[in-house]
T-cell receptor, first 114, second 113 residues
C-alpha cells in the first residue's frame, strides 16, 4: 500500500539548533514530494516540493530537503531554527498515477524554545 | 485573489445531527479535494471532485458521508447522523487543471457532542 512515514512525532529544539525531520515513503515508482507546514491556527502552507532534477531542493524560510531515491526518503532540514519555526510539519507524496492525490505522513510537531 | 475559503471555521453538532461543510475554491480552480485530520494523525484523503463530478471517493466512509461540487457554488461535504468519531478538522484544497500545487483552506473544526 502507498504510505508515508514520519519518524518523529514531536521534536523540541532550542533556537539556533539544526533541524532534520525524517520522511520515508513506500513504493518504488515515480513520485512527487512535498513538505507542508501548519503554523498554530493557520492553514497548510507549502514549504517546498520536488518533482525532478536536482535532488536537493530549496524552499521558503531557509528550509531545504534532499530526495534520496535509494532510501525512499525526503528529509527536511534547516541549519538554524528560530522560535517562529514552531509549527507542525507534514511530508506528503503524490504517487505516480495519483493525479493530485496527496498522501500525507502523520506530521511532526516542532517546538522551538528561545 | 482570495484563497480557498472554508466555512464555518468551527462547527458544533450533537450526535445524530447533520453537518454541512463548505469550501469555495480559488478563482479558476475546478478541482477540489477534501481531507480529514483526526487528532494526532496526518491528513487523510477523502474525496476528489471536479465540477459536477466525483473523480475519486476512495477515502470516504461508505455511509453517512457525501460530497458534491455543483456547477455553481461551493463544494459541500455532508455528514449525516454525526457520531463522536466524526470530530476532526476537515480541510479542503483546490487546484487548477493540470497543476500539482494544491492550495489549502483553513479548515473546519467539527466537534460532535
Amino acid at each position: 500500500a502507498q504510505s508515508v512515514s514520519q519518524h518523529n512525532h514531536h521534536v523540541i529544539l532550542s533556537e539556533a539548533a539544526s533541524l532534520e525531520l525524517g520522511c520515508n515513503y513506500s513504493y518504488g515508482g515515480t513520485v512527487n514530494l512535498f513538505w507542508y507546514v501548519q503554523y498554530p491556527g493557520q492553514h497548510l502552507q507549502l514549504l517546498l516540493k520536488y518533482f525532478s532534477g536536482d535532488p536537493l531542493v530549496k524552499g521558503i524560510k531557509g528550509f531545504e530537503a534532499e530526495f534520496i531515491k535509494s532510501k525512499f526518503s525526503f528529509n527536511l532540514r534547516k541549519p538554524s531554527v528560530q522560535w517562529s519555526d514552531t509549527a507542525e510539519y507534514f511530508c506528503a507524496v503524490i504517487f505516480s498515477g495519483g493525479y493530485n492525490k496527496l498522501i500525507f505522513g502523520a506530521g511532526t510537531r516542532l517546538a522551538v524554545h528561545p | 485573489n482570495a484563497g480557498v475559503m472554508q466555512n464555518p471555521r468551527h462547527l458544533v453538532r450533537r450526535r445524530g445531527q447533520e453537518a454541512r461543510l463548505r469550501c469555495s475554491p480559488m478563482k479558476g480552480h475546478s478541482h477540489v479535494y477534501w481531507y480529514r485530520q483526526l487528532p494526532e494523525e496526518g491528513l487523510k484523503f477523502m474525496v476528489y471532485l471536479q465540477k459536477e463530478n466525483i473523480i475519486d471517493e476512495s477515502g470516504m466512509p461508505k455511509e453517512r458521508f457525501s460530497a458534491e461540487f455543483p456547477k455553481e457554488g461551493p463544494s459541500i461535504l455532508r455528514i449525516q447522523q454525526v457520531v463522536r468519531g466524526d470530530s476532526a478538522a476537515y480541510f479542503c484544497a483546490s487546484s487548477p487543471p493540470g497543476n500539482e500545487k494544491l492550495f489549502f483552506g483553513s479548515g473546519t473544526q467539527l466537534s460532535v457532542l
